[in-house]
C-alpha cells in the first residue's frame, strides 16, 4: 500500500496547495507513482498550479457519488508520467464529501500509487478534517508568524486526535514545513526564527522554504516550482525536504541574511 500524506494547515494563504504540487512533483520525478488530491472542495486550485484547469472533466466529488470512475478523473501530468492529479469540485461544497466515499478512494488510490498527497483546505472543518482521516503522515505547513503557528499547533492537536491512526491508538507521523521564510526579516525580529518555530510546536522539521519570486511565478505558469526552475532556493529546498519525506536523512540548514561587503566590512549602523 502507498503512503498518505496530508498537506495541512489551519491557516489559509500559507502555501499548502504549492507545496503539495511541489512535493508532489519532486518525489514523481524520482520514479515514484504519486497522485495529488484537491480536498479544497468549492475553491478548487491545485488544477490552476498544476497546469491542468482545462483538462478537468470528472472530480473527487464525481467519484465519490459514483458518477464517475476514479480512472476518469484522474488527469496525468503532461510533463512526469508517474505524476497524477485527482481535482475538487468547484460547483459543490464541502458537504457533498462523505467519510466512507473518502475512504474509499483513498483506499483505491493507495493501493495503486506510491504516495497520494491530500492538499486540505484551510482551518478545522468539515473538508480538512477528511482530508487528514486516512493519512498516514502530515506535512504541517506555516509561516513564521505567531498567528500561523498557533493554528499549526491546533492541527497537530486534531492530527492526533481524529485520525483513524490516531483513534486506533498508533501515532501518525508529522513534520513542519517552514514556508516563505525571510532570513533578513527574521534576523530583525520581524518573525519568528526556526528556532521559534520548533519550540512551540515541537514537531520534526521537513524544510524551509525561502520566501522566493520564483514559487509566484511558478504557479501563475501552471508548473510546481520544483519542474519549472529546479535550480532556485525554493525549488531546491523543496527537492531537498521531498528526499527526507521519503527518508533521507539530509540537514536542514537555515538561511542565513546575505550582507554586501561594506555592511559586512563596517556592520550595521544603527539609525
Do not use: W
Amino acid at each position: 500500500m502507498g503512503k498518505v500524506v496530508v498537506v495541512t494547515s489551519g491557516k489559509g494563504g500559507v502555501g499548502k496547495t504549492t507545496s503539495t504540487a511541489a512535493l508532489g512533483a519532486a518525489v514523481a520525478r524520482t520514479g515514484k507513482k504519486v497522485a495529488l488530491v484537491d480536498f479544497d472542495v468549492g475553491l478548487r486550485n491545485l488544477d490552476l498550479i498544476m497546469g491542468a484547469e482545462r483538462r478537468v472533466v470528472f472530480d473527487l466529488v464525481n467519484v465519490i457519488q459514483g458518477t464517475a470512475k476514479l480512472s476518469q478523473a484522474l488527469i496525468r501530468d503532461k510533463r512526469v508520467e508517474t505524476l497524477f492529479l485527482l481535482p475538487a469540485s468547484q460547483t459543490r461544497d464541502k458537504d457533498a464529501l462523505t467519510e466512507e466515499g473518502v475512504g474509499e478512494v483513498i483506499e483505491k488510490l493507495s493501493s495503486v500509487f506510491d504516495y497520494v498527497f491530500c492538499d486540505s483546505p484551510a482551518g478545522i472543518e468539515r473538508g480538512a478534517q477528511l482530508a487528514m482521516r486516512f493519512a498516514d503522515e502530515a506535512v504541517i505547513v506555516t509561516n513564521p508568524e505567531v498567528s500561523s503557528v498557533r493554528d499549526s499547533d491546533r492541527i497537530i492537536g486534531l492530527l492526533d486526535a481524529r485520525t483513524v491512526k490516531a483513534e486506533r491508538g498508533e501515532q501518525i507521523a508529522k513534520h513542519v514545513l517552514v514556508t516563505r521564510y525571510d532570513a533578513a526579516r527574521a534576523a530583525r525580529g520581524e518573525m519568528l526564527s526556526i528556532d521559534d518555530v520548533l519550540e512551540i510546536l515541537s514537531t520534526p522539521l521537513l524544510g524551509i522554504i525561502p520566501e522566493s519570486q520564483d514559487v509566484l511565478k511558478a504557479s501563475n505558469l501552471g508548473s510546481p516550482v520544483t519542474l519549472s526552475d529546479p535550480t532556485n532556493s525554493a525549488a531546491r529546498a523543496y527537492i531537498e525536504a521531498a528526499k527526507r519525506l521519503e527518508g533521507e536523512e539530509l540537514p536542514v540548514v537555515v538561511p542565513f541574511e546575505r550582507k554586501g561587503f561594506l555592511d559586512r566590512l563596517f556592520g550595521r549602523r544603527a539609525a
